[in-house]
């Protein structure tokens, strides 16, 4: 089993930016890849980007220029790095991750951007 949690969200203003952290414990050995989603009030849970344990990545397209994902494989952490956030961009963004078994979600962490 893997456990994920998620820290970093919060307020901020339009044109602001935010750290996501993401941090894996339990079996971590074969997690691959780690990534976020997020769901913004009464829409579906949508890609906002992964990342492989190589570096692969890849980003929802609303996202594209603006978000920065990155991860650190020695801590088992992933990061989300967002900037020029968007009234938008408001929504709960959830870590998660896969093994050979299993998907993984974290409990999810509120961004809320006011204009």
């Known amino acids: 089993q893997v456990q994920l949690v998620e820290s970093g969200g919060g307020l901020v203003q339009a044109g602001g930016s935010l750290r996501l952290s993401c941090a894996a414990s339990g079996s971590t050995d074969d997690i691959n890849p780690m990534g976020w989603y997020r769901q913004r009030l009464g829409n579906q849970r949508e890609l906002v980007a992964t990342?492989?344990?190589?570096?692969?990545?890849n980003y929802g397209d609303s996202v594209k220029a603006r978000f920065s994902i990155s991860r650190d494989n020695a801590k088992n952490t992933v990061y989300l790095q967002m900037n020029s956030l968007k009234p938008e961009d408001t929504a709960v963004y959830y870590c998660?991750?896969?093994?050979?078994?299993?998907?993984?979600w974290g409990q999810g962490t509120q961004v809320t951007v006011s204009s």
């Open positions: 998660t991750a896969e093994d050979n078994w299993n998907e993984y």
């Open positions: 990342i492989t344990s190589d570096g692969t990545t």
